[in-house]
């Protein structure tokens, strides 16, 4: 579970095909869907514990070391280590720490942990046992999304020294249960549920409750303080009474052991929530807490023993982060977001693709769109441009650097490319011989800089059409001699002269550089990966699409094709008015957005998605903790067949699907009731949240500044969000 101030539902810490449940980020296909990942693996890349750690003793407030905390440690009967969930180091100071128990205790150790609840129990008891595989072991035990990264190397310590582990939390469907009906609903529990739980919840401190109260900005509704009775049958409470128990119950189950629990932070600071649980049912017990908190700046770290939370706090340089909210990170002086796609049965070592994607544009809709040319082939993980921004057409974008902090910005944005490359081949089964960094546009830039400038292993880098890279002409040349593997910039004419200089520059460093006419993105990188080219029997088949100057809507247009051609089949992608967009032909049109050219291509039996199947693709959902409301907005000049379409698919609220509180109201550009009339009834029902999409494939930016002024002011009174279209959604579908 996870601690005030990050909290999330379960479905946030899962994964999708295996980046979300995340969102990479994505919700992903559970990881635990996945092949066996590597456990992971200093190889020299990264820096020894003692050099991105400090310990202190809170007893003292004297600095100390690992090896002296260990020995500490080991004379306890239980150890609390409190974890911030998704850090890297962290997670390395608790294998070390575990390794050290077991190493001083003759393997007679109890690793208990927050992220199994306790119906996990008999699938851990099994596979440490040896007797169920890493895959069923995954598929009954429910593990976290961050397990690869996070657990799944302690888990698979104990599997190899054949000692116990234990599941602490309390299942969600019991918490969720006992928290909606308090003492009642946990009378009514049935005996297979007690099982799950202590016979009798204790409560918690009323400085306990204080600081939850803080921590989450009085979020707990605690009015004008805490009443611990009150809170016995909350969420939190079950949380920390389970935990405490368990940990309690393994001391009676195996005596003579050590048990170390790891658990979020906030569960055993200063002593309290988990470790009071456990020592009000062992007194006996030597109980003794470690906090490990994160620091961006070890060397500036200030400790006060005073305000230790912890008998021994760890301080860990914060260098990596696990999946969350569908994104990975690894931190430089900043941090670099990426959504990760991992094949859910990969078995063998998979070639990786490093995309940036050019400005205007953010992961998602890249990874949506190399993850469809891919498929199975190959791990992607798209690297979110450095600075969000808000695009003409009021989506949310990014640019990779600006003209009068490019040095630093580009060498920033470099520096980070190496590092996700080693993050996830460490924990993922990458082949190190097939990795691709590649870029378009200015991303494309950004993957030459890291190819002439950074100092990451050998990898092959390609740029499509890079953009903003004159002023790499400008930057001093290094003497030492390249790692990459190679460097081909595809690019116009008018350009190539430009990247021939500037290769040039480099020959004295070994680098093996060509530039090249430009080519289609897809078919390169896959043979840049060792990846054969589909084969299919099937007849090719043909896509429509209206030109677009949104990067938008070209990258949505290329999900399509990518999509449909997924299979091997040949996919032309040809304009409106080319006579070879026959019979069978998909166009990447909703119906409405373009009376004139939808005739035209219906008298040539060419389809455009109606409204029913683009609500069949799924419309989009507002965001807002308690849901939001759609707002489609139906094109000026659509036929009456096409505004009644849209009319039925409101009324069925197709939203629903999302939650009870999410909800799909139309408008029209031309005829009531207006974008302005949908916010008022908004307004008037005392709705906040809402995400205004034009029904439309993807809308030029003057089509959303105009929606922009229809909904001045409302603001303040509605959050407003945007989406220039439904192709995200639509592209995923266009085989249908």
């Known amino acids: 579970m996870e601690c005030p101030g990050a909290l999330r539902s379960d479905a946030q810490m899962r994964l999708r095909r295996n980046s979300v449940v995340v969102g990479v980020s994505s919700a992903l296909l559970s990881f635990g869907c996945q092949g066996p990942a590597p456990a992971a693996v200093d190889d020299g890349h990264v820096p020894p514990l003692p050099l991105v750690v400090r310990a202190f003793a809170k007893a003292n407030g004297a600095e100390t070391t690992l090896g002296a905390v260990l020995d500490a440690l080991a004379k306890a009967d239980v150890v609390f280590c409190g974890e911030t969930h998704l850090d890297d180091v962290t997670h390395r100071v608790e294998l070390a720490i575990y390794d050290g128990l077991l190493a001083r205790r003759g393997n007679r150790v109890v690793l208990a942990m927050e ?408 078919s390169t990188v896959r043979a840049a990966l060792g990846l054969s080219s589909p084969v299919s029997s099937s007849p090719a088949r043909t896509l429509v699409a209206l030109p677009s100057a949104s990067p938008l809507g070209q990258q949505w247009q290329r999900t399509a094709a990518a999509t449909l051609g997924r299979d091997g089949t040949t996919v032309k992608v040809v304009g409106p008015d080319d006579t070879d967009a026959g019979a069978g032909a998909r166009a990447l049109l909703v119906a409405g957005e373009s009376p004139q050219v939808e005739a035209a291509l219906a008298a040539r039996e060419v389809r455009v998605f109606s409204p029913a199947e683009a609500a069949a693709a799924g419309l989009p959902p507002a965001s807002g903790a308690f849901g939001g409301t759609t707002i489609l907005v139906v094109p000026a000049g659509s036929p009456a067949t096409v505004r009644d379409a849209w009319r039925a698919v409101a009324a069925q609220n197709p939203m629903q699907r999302h939650g009870r509180f999410f909800r799909l109201e139309h408008a029209f550009e031309d005829e009531a009731p207006t974008l302005a009339d949908a916010l008022a009834s908004m307004v008037a029902a005392r709705r906040r949240n809402a995400l205004v999409v034009p029904a439309r494939f993807c809308a030029e930016a003057a089509i959303m500044q105009a929606l922009a002024r229809a909904a001045e002011g409302f603001e303040g009174q509605v959050d407003l969000a945007w989406l220039p279209g439904l192709g995200g959604r639509l592209a995923s579908v266009a085989a249908r």
């Open 115 to 522: 992220m199994f609840t306790t119906q996990a129990q008999t699938a851990l008891d099994e596979y440490v046992a040896g007797q169920i595989d890493e895959r069923t072991f995954r598929a009954r035990s429910s593990p976290w999304g961050n397990y690869d990264t996070g657990y799944r190397p302690m888990i698979e310590r104990a599997r190899a020294a054949r000692a116990p582990v234990v599941g602490s939390n309390a299942p969600q469907m019991l918490a969720r249960k006992i928290s909606a009906g308090g003492a009642s609903a946990f009378a009514a529990l049935s005996p297979a549920e007690r099982a799950l739980l202590p016979a009798t919840l204790l409560p918690n401190s009323v400085a306990y409750w204080q600081r939850f109260d803080r921590a989450t900005r009085g979020h707990a509704g605690m009015g004008d303080g805490p009443d611990p009775d009150k809170l016995l049958y909350s969420t939190q409470s079950l949380w920390d009474n389970t935990m405490g128990w368990s940990c309690a119950q393994a001391l009676t189950r195996w005596p003579g052991h050590l048990v170390m629990h790891v658990n979020g932070g906030f569960h055993s600071a200063h002593g309290e929530g988990t470790a009071a649980q456990c020592r009000q049912r062992r007194p006996d017990a030597r109980i003794v807490t470690v906090a490990i908190e994160t620091t961006s700046d070890l060397a500036a770290v200030d400790f006060e023993p005073a305000h230790a939370e912890a008998d021994y706090v760890v301080f860990a340089t914060a260098r990596a982060r696990g999946l969350d909210d569908g994104m990975h990170a690894v931190a430089s002086h900043r941090e670099q977001r990426y959504r990760l796609e991992v094949p859910a049965r990969a078995t063998a070592p998979l070639a990786l693709l490093i995309w940036l994607p050019g400005d205007g544009l953010c992961s998602d809709d890249a990874a949506a769109m190399w993850s469809a040319a891919l498929g199975e082939d190959a791990a992607v993980a798209v690297l979110e441009p450095q600075f969000g921004q808000i695009e003409m057409d009021l989506r949310r974008g990014g640019r990779w650097f600006f003209v009068d902090t490019f040095d630093k910005d580009v060498a920033s944005a470099s520096r980070t490319v190496s590092e996700v490359r080693e993050y996830v081949a460490r924990y993922w089964p990458i082949d190190r011989a097939r990795v691709v960094v590649a870029g378009e546009g200015t991303g494309g830039t950004v993957a030459v800089a890291a190819a002439l400038w950074g100092d990451g292993p050998r990898q092959h880098v390609l740029a499509f059409e890079p953009r903003g890279h004159r002023k790499l002409g400008e930057q001093g040349v290094p003497e030492t001699p390249t790692a990459v593997a190679g460097v081909r910039v595809f690019t116009t004419a008018a350009e190539q002269e430009f990247w021939q200089q500037e290769f040039a520059a480099h020959r004295h460093r070994a680098l093996a550089a060509a530039v090249e006419a430009t080519a289609d993105p897809v």
